[in-house]
């Protein structure tokens, strides 16, 4: 009978002891991808070969 009553008693303290340690959920903000960002990129990339072009066309000049 004690065993039963000592095997009573920890599983409730094991039980008790978890229940406060949950934390809160934590809310990650969503992704929003942003439209500006790519038609700069883009624009960007072909500014450099077309400078580079107008270079060696005045440098043969």
């Known amino acids: 009978m004690k065993k039963l009553i000592l095997a009573t008693v920890v599983a409730a303290a094991a ?3 978890f229940a406060g340690g949950m934390s809160e959920p934590v809310m990650e903000a969503p992704v ?19 400078a580079l072009i107008a270079i060696v066309v005045l440098a043969t000049n």
Request: overall charge negative.
């Open 32 to 50: 929003v991808a942003s439209a500006m960002d790519q038609a700069a990129g883009s624009a960007s990339t072909l500014l450099l070969p077309l």
């Open 15 to 17: 039980t008790t002891a």
